[in-house]
């Protein structure tokens, strides 16, 4: 049997980067003559914007801090022992680097037990332990606290969460066995499925403390000396924590089956980690802790052996690195301020860009459009969405006032637009209407103004092309709702200046959004790959495959909705317009459906109704389709529209769309809600052989997104 020590020393040896985290000791007496105390505190050396995590040697150091105090403990030199973060960073969980790095399931098996082996030994200390909750936790730092006797948490705690599953883990160093143990199998539930399947949902100080995980809750600005009175006032004696008896009957079951359903309708059974750690959660319920702890290393290194695990950190560093230094922007020194914003229309897509910019850059913005009415309807809408905040209580009343005083609407361009310095059009989406709106607008507003677009599959060039100056055109592509998806695509028309788009990716940035840089090619990235996505789909169905077989087809991909879900959300009419836009460019790979030409002809909103609470075929839509005598099957369809994927994202990489697969993938992610399990899309095809077998070679190198060789 390896000893921790060992196990931990050999782990270390295979990540050679860590950024190591130290457990420092320090001593003192409790007030109240509690008694001596030992505080074992959590750095990285780093300030918060480094956040501390749990690598090999870090969980050595804790483990040599724990030899120190267990002694002290033994020899009844200290009463009790607490552990919490440097400022404002408790710690984040497992160093994911090295993970990345392993090869073998003995390896990925050692990281599992050593967390286990050192966590589980501030559980049996002969004196009371407590963990302080100061700052943000995620995944291993949460679990550190679940091993201590008590626990408590920061007001001012921004992040709270056990992200495992998101990823493509599970919470694997106690969070599977303790949580439902402490706070209930369907508050655990809530917290390690639901919350990770939800964009990886984060809790804050309250909401921990309200789950019963914390069991005291004290303001951020003197927490610890607050943490430190009451942790006296429980070893006298004075303070009893009560909690309430947890239901290992027939509620536990329930919750797991609830989990179960929440799996299924994210990821429709297409990625193994939440089912594995609904299964250590369900057998929890015999409040066996070492079985359990047994369960998550083996679910630990048999998931960190798997793909999608790897294509969920692939995904993750694409969002949290690349999404943030956007491959080919210029040098942000070239970037322009931004002081007022001009957006020309008022309907709801203006409306949302407008309510964007002034929430994120906090200057004048002004809309306008054909009509008074129009123009009103525009600035009410911003306005009853700022009272909305107000009401959540997500700003106070003064910043309220002072957002509305900043938004206003005009009819005519010159009195709005001539002293702006970026000017965003989000009008029909008609070529001959669109350049229109820019000669009227360069005709008034400075001659420094970026003139940005939100066109989503028409030319930037083209847009462009009348203009006195078309370096100064860009595109600026958002997606629906503006509010929700990151994604901004910036594109580069052929005259594009260097400052004209180092604007655009300084004020991108002020938006808190993630910008990729695209070329000017049709459709640009999301929607070209959708739209041949869906192409294919609706190809099937108008061949003769019947709609239900085509939308189960792609369920294995665990994909946020289904395409004729997806369709209906675009709106059939605009998902029309885009693939005939893109028929005109690629008619050798677009099709236009006739069936969907049908659908949109008759007003249908979309192919299904909802009387029963699900989707079903709309009786209407059913007789205005017109099929062949071609049917596939799932597989058969699943292959079709893969190998379409697969060769349309070659093409792209070849015309330079975009730098690399890599840039395909953070869109897919951060613009259409692709799975963080699939890596995007490419690493997918990767893994399933489709990249090969349709372009002879992978998107990516062995390695990437995959198990190392």
Same mark, same amino acid.
């Given at each position: 049997m390896s000893t921790t020590a060992e196990l931990l020393k050999g782990a270390a040896e295979l990540f050679p980067g860590e950024v190591v985290t130290s457990a420092h000791v320090r001593h003192f007496d409790l007030p109240q003559g509690a008694g001596r105390f030992a505080l074992i505190t959590l750095d990285n050396g780093h300030d918060h914007t480094k956040p501390t995590t749990l690598g090999p040697q870090s969980l050595a150091n804790i483990d040599a801090a724990i030899d120190q105090v267990e002694k002290e403990a033994a020899d009844g030199d200290i009463v009790g022992v607490g552990v919490t973060g440097k400022p404002f960073i408790f710690a984040v969980g497992a160093d994911l680097k090295g993970v990345e790095l392993l090869k073998r399931h003995e390896d990925?098996?050692?990281?599992?037990? *050593? !967390?286990?082996?050192?966590?589980?030994?501030?559980? +049996?200390?002969? /004196?009371?332990?407590?963990?302080?909750?100061? *700052?943000?936790?995620?995944?291993?730092?949460v679990e550190v606290g679940l091993h201590c006797t008590y626990r408590t948490v920061s007001a001012a705690l921004p992040a709270f969460s056990l992200p495992e599953v998101f990823l493509g883990l599970v919470p694997g160093w106690g969070g599977c066995t303790l949580l439902p143990n402490l706070i209930g199998a369907d508050k655990a539930?809530?917290?390690?499925?639901?919350?990770?399947?939800?964009?990886?949902?984060?809790? &804050?100080?309250?909401? @921990?403390?309200?789950?019963g995980i914390a069991d005291a809750i004290f303001e951020g600005a003197d927490f610890l000396e607050q943490s430190l009175i009451w942790t006296a006032s429980v070893l006298k004696g004075e303070i009893a924590i009560e909690r309430p008896v947890v239901d290992r009957g027939e509620a536990w079951d329930q919750a797991v089956a609830r989990g179960r359903f929440i799996a299924d309708s994210k990821v429709h059974g297409a990625a193994p980690a939440a089912y594995r750690a609904l299964d250590i959660i369900a057998a929890a319920k015999n409040g066996d802790l070492q079985q359990g702890y047994d369960?998550?290393? +083996?679910?630990?290194?048999?998931?960190?052996?798997? !793909?999608?695990?790897?294509?969920?950190?692939?995904?993750?560093?694409?969002?949290?690195?690349?999404? &943030? =230094?956007?491959? *080919?922007?210029?040098? +942000?020194?070239?970037?322009?301020? @931004?002081? +007022?914003v001009g957006v020309v229309g008022a309907g709801l897509m203006a409306s949302q860009l407008a309510l964007l910019f002034l929430r994120r850059l906090e200057v004048p913005v002004v809309l306008t459009d054909i009509d008074q009415e129009r123009v009103d309807k525009g600035v009410g809408y911003v306005h009853a969405e700022?009272?909305?905040?107000l009401g959540k209580g997500r700003i106070n009343q003064d910043k309220a006032n002072r957002l509305k005083a900043l938004v206003s609407g005009v009819l005519d361009k010159a009195e709005g637009f001539s002293d702006a310095d970026f000017v965003i059009e989000a009008v029909f989406e008609e070529m001959g209407v669109k350049q229109q709106v820019f000669a009227e607008v360069e005709a008034v507003a400075p001659a420094h103004a970026i003139l940005a677009t939100n066109t989503s599959s028409l030319s930037v060039s083209e847009m462009a092309s009348k203009l006195k100056h078309p370096e100064r055109v860009v595109g600026f592509h958002f997606f629906n709702p503006v509010a929700v998806l990151p994604l901004l695509e910036i594109v580069r028309g052929e005259k594009t200046d260097d400052a004209s788009l180092a604007t655009a990716f300084g004020v991108a940035k002020k938006l808190k959004k993630t910008a990729v840089l695209t070329k000017d090619a049709p459709a640009f990235v999301v929607n070209r790959i959708l739209t041949r996505f869906m192409g294919e789909i609706q190809n099937v169905i108008d061949e003769g495959t019947p709609v239900e077989v085509a939308e189960k087809a792609v369920e294995p991909l665990g994909l946020p909705m289904s395409p004729l879900v997806l369709l209906e959300l675009v709106g059939p009419a605009i998902g029309l317009h885009v693939s005939e836009t893109l028929n005109r460019a690629f008619p050798e790979r677009f099709? @236009?459906?006739?069936?969907?030409? =049908?659908?949109?002809?008759? *007003?249908?909103?979309?192919?299904? /109704?909802?009387?029963?609470?699900?989707?079903?075929?709309?009786?209407?839509?059913a007789a205005l389709l017109q099929q062949g005598d071609t049917v596939l099957t799932e597989e058969q369809v699943r292959a079709r529209v893969l190998d379409a994927v697969a060769q349309e994202i070659g093409l792209m990489l070849e015309e330079g769309v975009v730098a690399e697969a890599q840039d395909i993938d953070l869109c897919l992610i951060t613009g259409a809600g692709w799975p963080f399990h699939l890596g995007g899309i490419t690493p997918y095809l990767d893994r399933e052989g489709v990249s090969e077998r349709v372009n002879g070679k992978r998107f990516l190198e062995p390695g990437v997104a995959s198990v190392p060789a």
């Open positions: 990925a098996l050692a990281i599992g037990k *050593g !967390g286990h082996d050192v966590f589980k030994r501030l559980s +049996k200390l002969a /004196v009371p332990t407590f963990a302080y909750y100061n *700052g943000a936790a995620m995944g291993g730092g539930v809530s917290v390690i499925i639901e919350n990770s399947l939800n964009q990886n949902k984060q809790l &804050k100080g309250e909401q @921990v403390h309200d789950l369960a998550e290393d +083996k679910a630990l290194a048999d998931l960190i052996m798997g !793909g999608e695990l790897r294509s969920g950190i692939y995904a993750f560093n694409l969002v949290q690195k690349r999404g &943030k =230094r956007p491959a *080919g922007a210029p040098d +942000k020194s070239l970037a322009r301020p @931004v002081t +007022k700022i009272d909305k905040l099709t @236009v459906s006739p069936n969907l030409k =049908r659908v949109v002809e008759a *007003g249908k909103r979309g192919f299904y /109704v909802y009387d029963s609470g699900k989707p079903e075929l709309d009786p209407e839509v």
